[in-house]
């Protein structure tokens, strides 16, 4: 029996020893969204790589998307006495007291990717990532350029109450508006950034508007797509109003080059995650930076779409 | 020999616990401090205090998959609560609301005598979409975020509210089970209800108060969540069953009923954080720690076995089926 029981403690320690490092560098903790995810891999691959060039020591923890589990995660980071924390948020207020506890022991946290409520502001030195306002913004100019600036769109949002269906949604509108655009919005319908829900309800608004839909906006590009699938099922003779759609991931491209989507904006993971742990190393080394770091994007339409490289 | 190994068996949650400890104090820079105690004991306290009400239960030879959602239902009708009662008064309401889910549980489990795991998947299943449908999906945010951070705070260097709370819940059940009447009832009913019922114990009326008792602590655990998070979320708590059911079964707790500990359930949560903490420090991933801790739960409940077949034929039916109305095909 006894045998027994050492040969699995064996086991666990092996595992604790896989992952043993030096112990000289900085560390720097990294609470991401997800391990395996289309935008949070490629994220957390670029930020580990860059880490590696610079010599920062990582320690990734997960969250599985799971709110909870990053809150203890913090605990961790915070007990394991690390230089400094990258967290990537899924909550606007839940990680509050984590970063208090962080900030209450010297080390400096910064958010990637999404933000937080404006209560956070206060523990954190930094907030990386990309600007989904200005996304939106942008999104309301390509598609006013497709249409000469008149006719009539519908909008495929995200997630109700998500940061970044928001931030895209409020973008597009306020700018149409800023530029006393003769574009109208038909509606506005929630798909969650999910290909599927965006097919249904975009078979809806196909039913319920039809000719009438001069062009369209969805919130990413795995919804432009459920749109452009609706469309050829219920039109498979006419080409597609055109659409925008946010990410410029690589089949966004193929639609852009076959004409059945008009633009995208691409928003890179890769940048994504260097500019956190670029900003972070800063940090470290005793430099002020900015209290909000949004990351490049750019437009990509038939005219660059071979010049550009997609998100992902 | 045959000694030290009884000896070494008796103990083995406490063993384990300190070689866990011992080894990645070894292996992990930094690993043995009080703020690794501190926080870890913190985010203990969750699985804790649903592990507290969950070791009654198993004891009383039944279980409960619901506390996850339970956890998760409190802590938003305590946030939600909030602008309109204040947030003292909203928290005490959503312990109701868990007291209320555990004796939901209770009253179907007794009157209509249907077995718990199917009926509190049941009720898993319809608390979860009972928070996600009064929350829109959405997460929902309290009023004061400084009360959360008091919350938060370590006192005495070791312990915040909520781990504070776990322990002395955990010590209290101790004394319950092993000095009172009514706590000894519950080790009876959980090995042979209808022996138990025979002389003289109200076998329902314990089964009903132990679903009670573990729908109010998995309430706590959520208001507490809530509080110290300043957010209700109908997503928290999505992956706390499993972890407490590991936790309560490496405790020594023994899912056929009829026999287990408070403190064993004590050290089970506390080696299951030691060991996560341990590896989150050295960054093993997520799904890595979770071999290890299936290893340990195998190696414990191998451990419990070689102990305790000496009391019974190996391979005999648990009471679980043997009492189980629904293989019984409805016979008591």
């Known amino acids: 029996m006894i045998g027994k029981k050492s040969m699995i403690y064996v086991a666990a320690t092996a595992a604790i020893l896989a992952s043993a490092g030096v112990a000289q560098a900085k560390t720097v903790c990294y609470v991401t969204a997800a391990d395996s995810h289309a935008y949070a891999t490629p994220a957390n691959v670029a930020l580990q790589e860059r880490a590696d060039e610079l010599g920062i020591e990582i320690l990734n923890l997960s969250q599985d998307f799971d709110v909870q589990k990053g809150t203890e995660q913090l605990n961790t980071c915070v007990a394991r006495g690390v230089d400094g924390i990258i967290l990537w948020p899924l909550d606007p207020q839940a990680y509050i007291p984590g970063l208090a506890r962080a900030q209450q022991s010297n080390i400096p946290s910064i958010l990637i990717n999404s933000p937080m409520a404006e209560q956070a502001n206060q523990f954190i030195k930094s907030f990386t990532g990309p600007d989904v306002y200005e996304e939106g913004e942008m999104a309301a100019d390509a598609l006013s350029t497709a249409m000469d600036g008149k006719g009539s769109v519908v909008i495929i949002a995200g997630q109700a109450g998500n940061g970044t269906t928001i931030g895209r949604v409020g973008g597009f509108v306020d700018r149409l508006k800023e530029v006393n655009s003769d574009i109208e919005v038909l509606d506005t319908v929630n798909a969650d950034f999910d290909q599927q829900k965006a097919l249904v309800v975009s078979r809806d608004l196909i039913t319920r508007f039809g000719d009438k839909i001069m062009g369209v906006y969805a919130n990413d590009d795995t919804m432009a797509r459920g749109f452009i699938d609706a469309w050829k099922e219920a039109n498979p003779s006419e080409p597609t109003p055109p659409i925008v759609g946010i990410n410029g991931q690589k089949d966004a491209f193929e639609s852009i080059r076959s004409g059945e989507m008009y633009a995208t904006i691409v928003q890179s993971p890769v940048e994504d995650g260097k500019l956190a742990i670029n900003t972070m190393a800063e940090i470290l080394d005793g430099k002020e930076v900015d209290s909000r770091l949004p990351i490049p994007l750019t437009v990509v339409t038939m005219e660059n779409v071979n010049s550009v490289e997609p998100a992902f | ?332």
């Not at chain 2, 009972?130 to 400084?146: E, F």
Request: aromatic share 6%.
């Open chain 2, 1 to 332: 020999m045959r000694q030290t190994i009884a000896i070494v068996l008796q103990y083995r949650v406490a063993i384990i616990l300190a070689l866990t400890l011992t080894v990645s104090g070894l292996i992990v820079p930094g690993y043995l401090s009080e703020t690794t105690l501190s926080l870890g004991l913190d985010r203990a306290a969750a699985i804790g205090l649903i592990a507290t009400g969950l070791t009654v239960l198993l004891i009383a030879g039944q279980i409960d998959l619901s506390g996850g959602a339970i956890f998760a239902l409190a802590g938003i009708v305590s946030t939600i609560l909030q602008p309109s009662l204040g947030i003292l008064p909203a928290a005490l309401v959503g312990v109701f609301v868990g007291g209320l889910c555990g004796a939901i549980n209770g009253g179907l489990v007794v009157g209509l005598k249907v077995n718990s795991l199917v009926l509190t998947l049941a009720t898993m299943l319809i608390f979860r979409a009972v928070a996600h449908w009064i929350t829109n999906s959405q997460p929902v945010t309290g009023t004061d975020i400084m009360f959360s951070l008091t919350m938060a705070q370590i006192y005495l260097d070791i312990f915040s509210i909520r781990s504070a709370l776990f322990i002395v819940c955990i010590i209290l059940l101790h004394l319950w089970l092993t000095r009172t009447i009514a706590g000894r009832n519950v080790f009876a009913v959980g090995s042979n209800a209808t022996a138990a019922e025979e002389s003289g114990v109200a076998a329902g009326r314990v089964v009903f108060f132990g679903f009670i008792f573990a729908g109010s602590l998995a309430g706590v655990a959520g208001v507490l969540q809530s509080l110290v998070t300043n957010t209700g979320s109908p997503v928290f708590g999505s992956e706390l069953t499993v972890a407490v059911i590991a936790a309560v079964v490496v405790g020594g707790t023994r899912l056929e009923g009829g026999r287990g500990s408070a403190l064993g359930t004590l050290g089970g949560v506390l080696t299951m954080a030691a060991l996560t903490m341990a590896m989150e420090f050295q960054s093993v991933p997520a799904y890595l720690q979770q071999v290890v801790s299936g290893l340990i739960l195998i190696l414990l409940v191998v451990l419990d076995r070689t102990v305790h077949t000496r009391g019974r034929a190996a391979g005999a039916i648990p009471l679980l089926v043997t009492q189980n109305p629904i293989t019984t095909g409805g016979k008591p």
